[in-house]
């Protein structure tokens, strides 16, 4: 049977870098057989993303669906501790190269999280393409999640040339590689020294000469950077972003953008937070699903 589908099309020179990286982000709608014509490769996708067109694709014979996982690089993290159904997903991609299980949420100063190999290779370590961009990962030293990458490409959209940018909580570098195209500087911050190597490693393998690397407790940035220093910051902290809106708001000059991340259980979680400050929330929006109680939030706020 045949049916219509939101897809992505690419040349085919393109293709298998785009496969690879919707593979990764989990968008490929494997209901669907994927096609060619002469020069273009159509993959369906199980979200409407930007970029996306509507094409008709034959539905795949039905198969045993594989266990449910999120894919970074050739690391995939299962979401139930089951040896067997990891080997299976293991043998199920060659791009895979170890199987892993999360032991627990993201905890301590540091961001990280304990994993369990279930299958492939003795490593937490890992190479992952996003947008062309390549990063070094190392999901037990540095927290990392793939599911933002559209979120880094909608900012970058945004962005005009000269603005002077802040990742308050930079992590590996993915906000601050994405972003680094149209500004002069970005000053990328993060408290936990592995993730500040890892991004050192990063900015070299992308080439990048105008990222400066931070080893600092964001809270402490106000006294280390000069006010209103910013046009644009990225407070990617969902857990703990509001203990430092105070410094944000200090060090972006009056018009610029805040991007603050939060979790939160209802719309409108945070406007009585944000709006102690001088500012206008110009756009609240939903990321993604965190849990079946919380989602993981966006606001963009101009400040006054």
Request: with cysteine; charged share 25%.
């Amino acid at each position: 049977m045949a049916r219509e589908s939101r897809c992505i099309k690419v040349p085919k020179t393109e293709g298998e870098n785009t496969r690879r990286r919707l593979i990764e982000e989990g968008l490929i709608d494997n209901a669907l057989k994927p096609f060619t014509d002469e020069s273009f490769l159509y993959v369906p996708v199980n979200e409407d993303i930007p970029g996306a067109v509507t094409e008709t694709f034959e539905e795949r014979e039905a198969a045993v669906p594989l266990p449910r996982h999120e894919l970074i690089g050739g690391i995939a993290i299962m979401q139930d501790c089951d040896r067997d159904e990891a080997e299976r997903l293991l043998e199920s991609r060659p791009v895979i190269h170890t199987v892993l299980y999360s032991e627990g949420p993201v905890t301590g100063e540091y961001r990280t999280k304990d994993y369990t190999v279930l299958a492939g290779k003795e490593t937490t370590r890992t190479d992952y393409t996003e947008y062309g961009r390549r990063f070094v990962i190392d999901l037990s030293a540095a927290y990392f999640s793939a599911r933002l990458a559209n979120e880094r490409q909608r900012i970058a959209q945004m962005m005009k040339p000269g603005e002077k940018l802040l990742d308050m909580f930079a992590g590996v570098g993915p906000f601050a590689i994405a972003l680094s195209e149209n500004t002069p500087v970005v000053y990328a911050n993060d408290i936990n020294p592995a993730a500040v190597s890892l991004l050192a490693e990063n900015i070299r393998i992308n080439k990048k000469k105008n990222i400066l690397p931070v080893l600092a407790d964001a809270c402490h940035l106000g006294g280390i950077l000069p006010p209103e220093s910013f046009d644009r910051i990225i407070m990617n902290l969902p857990m703990k972003s509001p203990e430092f809106l105070k410094t944000a708001f200090k060090l972006c000059r009056a018009g610029g953008m805040i991007h603050f991340y939060t979790l939160q259980s209802v719309a409108g979680e945070m406007n009585q937070e944000i709006l102690n400050f001088d500012c206008e929330i110009v756009l609240e929006k939903i990321v993604r699903s965190y849990s079946p109680s919380q989602h993981h939030a966006v606001y963009d706020i101009k400040t006054g």
